[in-house]
């Protein structure tokens, strides 16, 4: 490990406010090495982080946090920040289990001001702490918000800026510009930076070209002169680059280096005096100090905007090693379903010409990057504005096109208005691809996709089903597209599929018909999705207790195949309901709704999916055994189930 004696000297923020700019700049190096050494072992979020060193080191030397607030807009980018507020020593625990938070998290530091893993908000976090600051609310304070290029291509973040602008809300705005989110920056905002970025000196000539107006010659020069104000703020309408920021009442700086810490400073420092909303614009480099994400313009920055575990050693990328000689070959692995999930949809729009693939930033994420190489004409990434990719399918499906939006889960939540206002009310045919159904994992809560099945199944003309296997998703893709009577969404896990063998010919399945896959009796499992192997295990552990259980797939959560439920109620005692997903409003709701509203006499059914809190970040195994989302814990509740029925039966 390197020796970083200036970050071990450090014990608080406050320690940095003594040191020269040139020590800052060491400093900087120092957290850049100890980020390459730490996450290359343990893995997570990486390139963002080393190309916000310097800026993290230029804020805490000059702000007082927790009173002065910095707000980090999604937190991945936030690494420095953590390191530089008495948790270097814990970042190797990062995005594990019990460790440290994967982006921001108020419960973990005082200085971590707002809890967000999702883009574009600290803009509008940052408006609402300062105005209330300026009515009395709490510690008065400087307030820092910074926002990624990409990231400022969502909508929420315009309409804080805007409003900021319209109270004078004396904040400041970091922009750190470059070039990429996860993938490249699309959109006409990422050329508009771009036109910045590469003309660096286009205040200076906007200053030439006016001095050089009123030196001609007679009265025309006199002429230009005169005009004074209004001539400088027409050419300024041509030439500046910050003119969008001018316009809403903003005071624009830039372009800075964001690796020159005594430039960031002395921008800060102006920035935080001049008492109304400033925006500092700065460069930096995706990887910066990293030869291979550095170097390796979009490419590689896009390969490296994450680590993995052990991919680097020694400051530099780990060789992939060749299996031993005369080592037999190890079994092939279960593709995951986001490749399944892209290679069908290239088929899908090569065997029906209106299908469309759009995406929110997340094209590899997705796995729209396939359809892109593919068929580029027929993909299309909005960038961070979720909103619009949906409304932007409205659109296409209104003149007859098959869009389908491929979202995770998690995201989709930012484009519930136009799913409920712009999709489900007019029944157009729109289809929601949610990829990272359920828990996802190391990046937590903000991204766990937890809630679809509730926040979906309340909206009236919408059908929702999910796949438990990879043939059953390339079945249920060709299904969506097929289907001509209003929205259609399902859902499918992050990760390896179970193994089974993909379709060579999908078929379409009967909307609202699930299917039994094993007949027991007493006890009937009816699985939703990934539920459907939980269920299927847990049947496993009944059975070496002496119960012989029925397990069905329900496939579709609306709507319900009401005669399958019907059947389950009728020849079982208990029915047992699971998926990964919230209770609250969730499959197994719809299922007790369904049979209580039938009329008919139903068994105890116990419903098992997750619980009505946030669940922590952590490996999807522990987290399930956390919850008690395994095949053998929900064994141990039916057979306790079963224990009391009879018990109560008995007497």
Not at 307 to 332: D, E, R
Request: net charge negative; proline share 5%; with cysteine.
């Amino acid at each position: 490990m390197t020796r970083h004696p200036s970050l071990d000297a450090i014990r608080t923020a406050a320690d940095l406010q003594s040191l020269s700019d040139d020590q800052l700049q060491a400093l900087a190096q120092e957290v850049r090495e100890h980020i390459i050494d730490t996450v290359g072992e343990i893995g997570g979020h990486f390139g963002a982080n080393l190309g916000t060193c310097e800026l993290a080191v230029a804020l805490h030397s000059l702000l007082d946090s927790p009173r002065d607030k910095v707000l980090w807009d999604v937190g991945h980018q936030a690494y420095p920040h953590k390191i530089l507020t008495g948790r270097a020593d814990r970042l190797h625990t990062i995005r594990q289990y019990g460790g440290l938070a994967p982006f921001c998290s108020i419960a973990e530091s005082e200085h971590d001001i707002m809890g967000a893993g999702h883009a574009s908000t600290s803009v509008g976090y940052g408006v609402g702490i300062k105005e209330a600051m300026r009515r009395g609310r709490g510690l008065d304070g400087r307030v820092v918000a910074v926002i990624g290029d990409g990231a400022m291509t969502g909508g929420v973040a315009f309409e804080a800026v805007h409003q900021a602008g319209g109270l004078g809300t004396p904040m400041v705005v970091v922009l750190n510009d470059n070039g990429m989110s996860i993938a490249p920056n699309v959109g006409a905002l990422s050329r508009y930076f771009n036109r910045v970025r590469l003309h660096p000196k286009l205040r200076h000539a906007r200053e030439d070209f006016e001095e050089g107006l009123t030196k001609l010659p007679g009265a025309l020069g006199s002429a230009f002169e005169r005009l004074g104000p209004q001539l400088k703020e027409s050419i300024k309408a041509f030439w500046a680059p910050g003119l969008w920021w001018e316009e809403l009442d903003w005071a624009y700086m830039g372009v800075i280096d964001g690796h020159d810490v005594r430039a960031l400073r002395v921008a800060l420092r102006e920035a935080l005096a001049a008492d109304r909303p400033v925006v500092v614009h700065i460069s930096t480099v995706k990887g910066k100090g990293f030869a291979p994400a550095e170097d390796g313009g979009l490419e590689g920055m896009e390969k490296w905007h994450a680590a993995k575990p052990k991919s680097i050693a020694n400051g530099a990328p780990v060789a992939a090693k060749p299996p031993p000689a005369g080592k037999a070959a190890q079994p092939q692995t279960p593709p995951q379903y986001t490749q399944v999930f892209g290679d069908a949809l290239v088929a899908e729009c090569r065997r029906d010409e209106r299908v469309l693939g759009i995406t929110a930033a997340m094209n590899s994420g997705t796995g729209l990057n396939i359809l892109q190489k593919a068929l580029p004409d027929r993909y299309f990434d909005v960038g961070i504005a979720e909103q619009q990719a949906v409304l932007f399918a409205a659109g296409l499906a209104l003149q007859g096109a098959k869009p389908l939006c491929a979202i995770y889960s998690t995201f989709l939540q930012r484009a519930y208005d136009q799913i409920v206002h712009d999709v489900c009310l007019q029944r157009l045919n729109v289809v929601f691809a949610m990829d990272r159904a359920g828990l996802v994992g190391d990046d937590g809560p903000t991204h766990h996709g937890a809630f679809d099945i509730a926040y979906l199944r309340c909206l009236p003309n919408i059908v929702l089903m999910a796949p438990r296997d990879e043939a059953q998703l390339v079945h249920m893709l060709r299904t969506a597209l097929l289907y001509d009577d209003g929205p259609i969404a399902l859902r499918y896990p992050r990760g390896a599929g179970v193994g089974v063998e993909l379709p060579t010919a999908p078929e379409p399945i009967e909307i609202g018909t699930g299917e039994i896959l094993r007949q027991g009796k007493g006890v009937a499992l009816l699985g939703y999705g990934a539920g459907v192997g939980k269920a299927l295990e847990a049947a496993d552990e009944l059975s070496a207790h002496g119960l012989e259980p029925t397990v069905a797939d329900a496939r579709f959560a609306k709507p319900l195949d009401a005669a399958l439920l019907a059947q389950l109620a009728a020849e079982h005692d208990t029915l047992v309901t699971v998926e990964e997903g919230v209770l609250g409003g969730g499959f197994g709701s719809a299922v007790w709704e369904s049979l209580n509203d039938s009329g008919l006499a139903h068994p105890r059914i116990l419903r098992v999916g997750l619980p009505d809190r946030y669940v922590t970040h952590g490996a999807p195994k522990l987290l399930h055994e956390e919850i008690g989302f395994t095949g053998a814990r929900i064994a141990e509740r039916i057979r306790a189930a079963v224990g009391e029925r009879s018990a109560v039966t008995s007497a």
